[in-house]
Structures are given as C-alpha cells and as structure tokens.
C-alpha cells in the first residue's frame, strides 16, 4: 500500500507544469543568451519557371510582309521568232495541189524571183505547203514582220523569215507596205542621212521600222513614234542596192 501510494505522488509530480524531470529534458541556455523559438521549418520554394523554354506564338503576317514574299511577274519582249502551233495529226499530201482557174483566184502579184513583202496580220500561219490541206508549221504572231519571198503557186507564197524559217501563206496574208527589221546590236536613229548627224532615238535589235525611203547607203524609217535614218547594213528586209522612194 505504501508502495502504489509513492507511485501515485511521483505520477502527479511528473504531471504538474515546472516539473523538475521535465526541466531537465529540454536544452539549458547559458548564461546571458537569449532564447529564441524554434523557427518553423521552411516550405520548399518552387523552381523558377525556364524562360529558354518559353513558346511563343508566332507572328501573323502582315500585308506587307506577304507582298514581299510574292513572285515578282516578269515582262517579257514582244515574241520576235514564229511560234509552234499545236501539233496536228493530218499528214502532209503527196503532191501539190492543182492551181484553181485564173478566174476563181488571181494571185496579187505576177512578179517572180526573191523579193520582200510583211506581214498584213497579228497572227499568220505558215503551212507545210501551198494549200489549206498542208498542216501548220508556225504561227508568226508580229504585223509588219518583213519576210522574203521564195516563190509563187496560185494564191501562196513561199516565204522566210530573218531566222531562215521557210513555208507557204496565203498571199492575203502579205502586204506590199515595206518595213525592216533592226539586226544586229543597238542602232542610231540619225537625223539626217549622216553618221555625224544628230542622233534621234537608238533602236534594238528585232524592232520593226517602217521604211519611207531608200538610197543605195541609207533608209529613212520610222519605229516607236521616233521618225530618222539607218544604215542599209543595220537592217534586214532589203533587197540589195534597192532603192525606194
């Protein structure tokens, strides 16, 4: 009895605050020191967000961008060569056709041996042979293209070109206007009918000129709203030492 009664007063001891055995587990401070709470411990802080990955979105084009990433068109020259036509399954005939009687057809001209003529229309085709059956070869797509001419048969006429091209068209399709055509490099346009003259305008090479006049050394020709004289041998579409007036 005496036993569970010492207990019992040694239970509510270690019970009462201030007690002496609970003093003696915390940390004593020494003298002169100030004793401080133990701080909460800190949270874990959350990393920095990684501005490399960063996406942006991107930009929207605007109208001037997208101009500039457009094809810039491309003009091109007036088309000087005959161009092909679609190429057409009909063989060519045998053998010439018959001339039609003087009366049904007669030809513009009765001049034979090479001359020069241009062209009436835009748009020209020159055929494998002298009839509409003869399939189309090229399709001269310039008026006022000079061309030489070859040979006669009814209303055709053999024609070529400044290229050395060769076929057969329509006579209707030629006219006796005279043009030339400038070959070579860049010519002068002179004033006047003399290579110290002023010079007027300078032409390239393909443009077509209307001729006014001929002399054995000069023409007087006008091209590109531009009126003056070339040399003979600056241009293609005479016959030699022709004299036009």
């Known amino acids: ?13 270690l019970l009462l605050p201030g007690s002496p055995v609970l003093a003696a587990d915390q940390p004593q401070a020494a003298p002169g020191d100030t004793v401080k709470p133990n701080p909460a411990k800190p949270k874990p802080a959350k990393p920095a967000p990684d501005k490399t990955k960063k996406t942006t979105k991107p930009e929207a084009k605007t109208p001037e961008a997208k101009k500039s990433s457009a094809k810039v068109p491309t003009v091109k020259a007036p088309v000087a060569k005959p161009v092909l036509p679609v190429p057409t399954p009909a063989p060519a005939p045998a053998k010439l056709p018959e001339p039609k009687p003087a009366e049904a057809a007669k030809p513009a001209d009765t001049k034979t041996g090479p001359r020069f003529a241009a ?13 509409p059956d003869f399939p189309i070869q090229w399709v001269f797509v310039r008026r006022g293209l000079p061309v030489e001419i070859l040979a006669n048969f009814d209303i055709y006429r053999k024609i070529r070109d400044s290229e050395g091209t060769v076929g057969w068209v329509n006579q209707q399709m030629l006219t006796g206007r005279r043009s030339v055509l400038v070959a070579g490099s860049v010519r002068d346009l002179h004033g006047e009918a003399n290579p110290t003259s002023e010079v007027v305008a300078q032409l390239e090479p393909g443009v077509i000129a209307s001729v006014s006049k001929c002399n054995p050394a000069w023409c007087e020709v006008k091209a590109g709203g531009y009126k003056g004289w070339l040399k003979r041998d600056e241009v293609w579409g005479l016959e030699p030492d022709e004299v036009i007036q």
């Open 119 to 131: 062209l009436r229309a835009e748009k020209v085709y020159l055929r494998a042979g002298p009839g």
């Open 1 to 13: 009895m005496a036993r569970l009664t010492a207990l019992l007063a040694l239970f509510l001891i």
